[in-house]
């Protein structure tokens, strides 16, 4: 089967390097969760993915074809940030909407895109809210609706729930996976909590310390009990976070 | 509070006295003669000429400033270096040149208003520029918008409050500006009615138009830039 997403080789140096080198490769379809300590360069590497960011070395492949840095990609990509960035001083739909443009489409037709990705992120009603008027938990779904709206290739999640407190967390990664369920999309989700990624991903890379390699792919289709799995993905980042610190003068 | 609450408890009655005293103002310059005391329409329009094309005339410059400083870091820089000079202009100098360039025409004032006025306003504006959140701008870049539909989506809207920001200072001073220049070289304007009553010894006008000034201000703040900003902070 075709690959959706090749990662070749991908490293990043800042003042020093962070990604060593990394590779794998994601289906269509396919829900890929990004485990690592902090700081191993999960975040850079799905900018890299995203093409906001360039590549020290290495190559990363969308439909194969090249992403570059800047470049705008004849494949559409999603980004949920960690912060929500929607325009405070647009309404939910209009935010929507907006990212719509570019795609060439009649108003009267961005507008009900809109509002029916907005529904089946569960805002349905909240249209014409503003987003200060919304509660946190609120305008990560309506980010989450403008990332689904353009109908990307891949979306690519970076802690998008980092900010809500522990019950909407677990709002949200249920949303997420039914929304996962009914869409069929290629997802890229970045945490750095283990509990949210067996939850809801069908695939778990873990990372090792800095500079970071690929340390461990896990496919998450219930033949592992799910509470060894947490126990030995738990045992390994630990190892790799006293890696990265004894690496460290103390 | 209401929002009709707000508007009786500071417009209305403002509205009133301010109707009154322009009323008192006319009856008083059909009495003492246009010379001493000009008719409120005159006057308006000699202030209303210098505010319109020195005051208008910085705002637009400052917005072709702030469009620059948007397009080109290069530019951004200079912007900044020009306005830092003429930030630390003082009137006087505008004043002595805009008389040696203009002589006694209502050019002298108007120009020393632009020169006072346009680095206020266009400081806040390229501040207003410097300040977009570049997060916001890198979600425009993920989703492909256009330029021209990040400028119109994100940079204005961010950058508004700023400018009428800049603005409020900005009418501020060219209003005192306006009528420190009056009193050097020109012959009409609240600045020379000022000065010639001074002369002839009219102390108690120098006093009334010092108070029609204050008043002219607050109305145009409370009018003008207040309902401004509360419609552009809408969203909020």
């Known amino acids: 089967m075709a690959m959706k997403l090749q990662v070749v080789g991908v490293g990043k140096d800042y003042l020093i390097p962070v990604i060593e080198r990394v590779s794998f490769s994601v289906e269509a379809g396919e829900f890929v969760c990004l485990l690592g300590p902090n700081g191993c360069g999960k975040t850079t590497l799905l900018r890299i993915i995203g093409g906001l960011e360039p590549a020290t070395r290495g190559t990363v492949l969308l439909d194969d074809r090249p992403v570059v840095a800047g470049d705008a990609h004849s494949r559409k990509v999603g980004v949920v940030f960690q912060e929500d960035r929607l325009l405070p001083w647009m309404t939910l739909a209009e935010n929507v909407a907006l990212v719509l443009k570019p795609l060439g489409l009649p108003a009267a037709e961005r507008r009900a895109i809109a509002r029916r990705h907005l529904g089946l992120a569960g805002l349905a009603g909240f249209e014409d809210y503003y987003p200060g008027r919304t509660s946190g938990g609120m305008r990560q779904r309506a980010a989450i609706a403008r990332a689904l709206a353009i109908e990307p290739d891949v979306l690519l999640m970076d802690e998008p729930f980092g900010a809500l407190d522990a019950q909407n967390r677990r709002i949200m990664q249920n949303e997420v996976r039914r929304i996962w369920k009914e869409t069929r999309r290629t997802i890229l989700f970045v945490t750095h909590s283990i509990e949210e990624a067996v939850a809801i991903g069908t695939t778990l890379i873990m990372m090792s310390a800095r500079p970071s390699r690929l340390r461990e792919t896990i496919r998450n289709d219930g033949r592992i009990e799910r509470a060894k799995l947490i126990d030995d993905l738990n045992t390994m980042i630990m190892e790799e976070v006293e890696r990265q610190q004894g690496g460290a003068p103390s | ?236």
């Open chain 2, 1 to 236: 509070m209401s929002e009709r609450d707000l508007a009786t408890r500071l417009h209305l009655p403002t509205l009133g006295v301010t109707a009154v005293i322009v009323a008192g103002w006319s009856l008083l310059s059909w009495r003492y003669g246009a010379y001493v005391l000009p008719s409120p329409l005159s006057v308006v329009r000699g202030v209303g000429e210098i505010l319109l094309v020195g005051f208008g005339g910085a705002v637009v410059i400052a917005l072709l400033t702030g469009l620059a400083s948007f397009l080109s870091p290069r530019a951004r820089s200079v912007v900044h270096d020009f306005l830092a000079v003429l930030n630390a202009t003082s009137v006087f100098v505008w004043i002595v040149i805009s008389i040696i360039w203009f002589g006694l025409s209502n050019w002298a004032p108007i120009f020393t208003t632009f020169m006072i006025t346009l680095p206020v306003v266009a400081s806040n504006i390229v501040e207003g520029v410097e300040n977009v959140d570049r997060r916001l701008l890198e979600m425009g870049d993920v989703y492909r918008l256009s330029g021209r539909e990040k400028f119109r989506a994100i940079v204005i809207p961010s950058t508004l409050p700023y400018l009428v920001a800049g603005m409020k200072v900005g009418f501020g001073l060219a209003l005192k500006v306006s009528v420190v220049a009056e009193i050097f070289g020109v012959t009409s304007g609240i600045g020379y009615i000022m000065n010639y009553s001074r002369e002839i010894l009219a102390t108690q006008m120098v006093f009334v138009w010092a108070l029609v000034m204050i008043l002219v201000m607050m109305v145009t703040d409370k009018l003008v830039f207040d309902s401004l900003s509360r419609r552009l902070a809408r969203w909020r």
